[in-house]
């Protein structure tokens, strides 16, 4: 069964150095999120993406914050000068979107454990 | 605003009892509603979804959750709890342009 991946599943940083956590979305898959949840905190939504370029994103999803789909597989999230707020699991999901409504199905990765020092 | 309420973080049940986890919704619109699972070092799994059809959902593993719009709530329930369903279990809101809206979560432990 195809899944979404994502690596590293463990990114340790220092605060201010940026980071890219990478997903790999499924492949017939049109529309791609990022979502994040800090320890102890519900799961929160950072961004939604499709068409190569961003369809929502959350007030959390400043300009410290960048997504990408350099080529046909991977979408990526750059956090440019990571904080020790950022520290946090991030989960990146895809849909069809076939239905082009709220019932589509995400289907997420495993997540990238984000610890900021 | 819509939110979404799971009104236990921690359920424990024994093997072969059933499973009763708690989800509320606050919407202003028929919502969709989904329940996912997820296992340790695994990605959040979808168990079943509501989208305006049946207001009894059948889901993979034997769960299954009923929407009552009179109660604003999305149980989710099972017959007999087997070891394996041990996990952590979310409740999610859809809003229309695909962003979801998540519980808190509710860790469901299952005792020999």
């Given at each position: 069964e195809p899944e979404v991946t994502q690596t590293p599943s463990h990114q340790v940083t220092q605060m201010g150095q940026e980071v890219i956590l990478r997903c790999v979305p499924?492949?017939?898959?049109?529309y791609f999120y990022w979502y994040r949840q800090i320890l102890g905190q519900k799961v929160e939504f950072l961004v939604s993406f499709y068409n190569n370029e961003i369809s929502e994103k959350s007030e959390i999803f400043d300009d410290q914050f960048s997504v990408e789909r350099p080529d046909g597989s991977n979408f990526t999230l750059k956090i440019r000068s990571t904080k020790l707020e950022d520290s946090a699991m991030y989960f990146c999901a895809s849909s069809e979107r076939t239905s082009g409504d709220s019932t589509d199905t995400q289907y997420f990765g495993p997540g990238t454990r984000l610890t900021v020092l | 605003a819509q939110s979404v309420t799971q009104l236990d973080s921690h359920v424990s049940v024994s093997e072969g009892t059933p499973v009763l986890l708690r989800c509320n919704y606050s919407s202003s619109y028929s919502p969709s509603l989904f329940w996912y699972v997820q296992h340790p070092n695994k990605g959040l799994q979808l168990l079943l979804k509501y989208?305006?059809?049946?207001t009894l959902v059948k889901g993979i593993n034997g769960f299954e959750a009923e929407f009552k719009k009179s109660e604003t709530s999305f149980h989710l329930t099972k017959p007999s709890a087997h070891m394996s369903d041990a996990a952590e279990y979310f409740c999610v809101s859809s809003l229309p342009g695909g962003k979801l809206i998540f519980g808190q979560g509710t860790e469901l432990s299952v005792k020999p």
């Open positions: 499924i492949s017939n898959h049109l | 989208t305006s059809a049946a």
